[in-house]
Each structure stands twice: as structure tokens, then as C-alpha cells.
């Protein structure tokens, strides 16, 4: 199989050549300084060139706070990106996999959410990724699209990813007791959408590793029990962008097309954390 893969040096795009590339695909790595996905002459180049059978886009401006004062950047990356991407795919006869985010969703929802609930996102961020999945689902009848949130792993620039690094040097670190969302583990995502490929099933995934999720001090304490930090409140923290307080994900369309649930985010943190 050989796949283009956008956004290759980010943290899930990384995972994703990684793994295609140990199960013997073909791999076009692209970064944003080689393919700016917002740039529709620029895809359609790209894709005519290399003639992929699967497109994985894992390009996004991830800067939540940023998206509400920079609207240009953010509908060009998040919201057009995955619209060109999927039409000029189609164009090629290659399927789609386009990563979206749990941030689609208001985080009312006592429970978990899944494809069956009403997207009604509270930031800018949000409403140009829903824009970003419903383009590319209009433009290619291929796409499959993949909502995740608290994704973490090696390389990473979030909080969770960067937590191992803050503990080894003994760094105080604050963290918010009460935002509550679904771990998932990079490496094992990017096991998932290979999967995905392969069946060839488009629609909406939700993509977390199994478990009942927790809260941002509660993923810190779980990869060092019994460290002392300082819990904070989302709201004290006085960001630009509203958050969902709950977007923990449930997916279910796994078992239905034959696949099993993700392994225990407690499991992949303790992975993550001897790596």
C-alpha cells in the first residue's frame, strides 16, 4: 500500500510513518513546510505526483487559543486542508483518513460521547474541524474520519506528552482536576488507522484507548503515583478559547467492522512512561 501522510513530523504523523513504514507500506512523508494542505493547487500537485492508494492527514494547527484571533489560518488548516485533500484524493482514486478532534463536541454530555451525538463545538478550533470533516466526507466518498483527543506520546508538545520529562526534572506542575477526556496513546492510534485503511470502511471513528478516561491530574498521578501537585481549575487558567469540561469518546463502529478495543489507557501509560 503507499500512502501519503500529511503532517509527518507532528506527533500522531510521526507514529503513523513509523508504523506504516514497519508493516512495509510505501510511505510519502509530508510536513507542512513540504505541503501546506490549505494550498488546493499545491494537494492536487502532490497527489497527481505520487498516486497514493490511502491519503492519512494528520496536518492541523492544534493552537486552540490561536484559532480565535487568527481565522485565516485556522479555516485554511482545519477547515479547507481536509476538503482539498479529500477532492483531490478522489481525483486520484486514493481513500481518505482525516484526524479530527473530541473539541467537536460542548462537553455537556454526562457520559461518553459517540458518533451518534450532535457536534455543537464551543471554540473556533472546533467549528473549523466539524467544517474541516463534513468537506472532506462532501468531496470523497472514501474518507473516514477519526476524532481523538488527549493524544500523548514520545516527541509530543502537550501536556500529556511533555508529563514524564516534568517529572524526571522535578519541575512542579500544576494540573486541572476537573476536565475529564479519553487518553490515547500515539503509537497505538496510529496501529488503528493503519487498520482502518485496510478495511476501507469510511465514516465517523471514535478513537481513544479503552477505559473509563480521567482528568488531567488524574493522568499525571497515574504515571507517578503518589507525586504531589498543584490541581487547578480550567477557569483559572483565564484561555481565550472555551473547552468541553467532559469529551471522553466511545466509538462504536470498532466492533462492528471486527476490531477491538484499544488497550487500557492505564496500560499505554505505563508503556509510554518505560519507553
Known amino acids: 500500500m503507499k500512502v501519503v501522510v500529511t503532517g509527518s ?3 500522531l504523523g510521526n507514529a503513523v510513518v513509523e508504523h506504516f513504514r514497519s508493516a512495509g507500506d510505501e510511505v510519502v512523508a509530508l510536513d507542512r513546510d513540504q505541503l501546506d494542505i490549505g494550498n488546493r493547487d499545491a494537494v492536487r500537485t502532490i497527489l497527481n505526483k505520487e498516486r497514493p492508494d490511502y491519503v492519512v492527514n494528520a496536518a492541523a494547527w492544534t493552537d486552540v487559543d490561536g484559532c ?3 481565522a485565516a489560518r485556522n479555516i485554511a488548516s482545519n477547515a479547507l486542508g ?3 485533500l479529500a477532492l483531490e484524493s478522489r481525483h486520484v ?7 479530527s478532534t473530541d473539541y467537536v463536541f460542548d ?14 463545538p464551543l471554540s ?7 467544517h474541516g470533516e463534513r468537506l472532506a466526507q462532501v468531496s470523497n466518498a472514501r474518507t473516514i474520519v477519526v476524532r481523538v483527543g488527549w493524544l500523548f506520546g514520545r516527541g509530543g508538545r502537550n501536556f500529556l ?12 506542575i500544576r494540573a486541572i482536576n476537573h476536565s475529564f477526556g479519553t487518553p490515547t496513546y500515539a503509537p497505538h492510534m496510529a496501529h488503528r488507522l493503519r487498520e482502518l485503511a485496510l478495511l476501507d470502511l469510511p465514516g465517523v471513528y471514535h478513537m481513544a484507548n479503552a477505559g473509563e478516561g480521567t482528568s488531567y491530574a488524574g493522568f499525571v498521578h497515574e504515571c507517578a503515583p503518589g507525586i504531589l501537585i498543584e490541581e487547578i481549575t480550567a477557569d483559572s487558567l483565564l484561555r481565550p478559547a472555551r473547552r468541553p469540561q467532559n469529551s471522553r469518546l466511545r466509538c462504536l463502529l470498532q466492533e462492528q467492522n471486527g ?4 488497550p487500557a489507557w492505564k496500560d499505554a501509560v505505563r508503556e509510554f512512561v518505560g519507553s
Open 93 to 99: 482514486g486514493a481513500g481518505l483518513i482525516t484526524v
Open 107 to 120: 462537553g455537556t454530555k454526562d457520559g461518553f460521547y459517540t458518533q451518534r451525538d450532535t457536534p455543537n
Open 9 to 11: 513530523r507532528g506527533l
Open 259 to 262: 476490531l477491538s478495543a484499544l
Open 161 to 172: 506528552s511533555k508529563v514524564p520529562e516534568l517529572i524526571a526534572s522535578g519541575t512542579p
Open 124 to 130: 473556533e478550533y472546533g467549528k473549523a474541524k466539524l
Open 82 to 84: 481536509p476538503g482539498n
Open 68 to 70: 480565535e484571533t487568527d
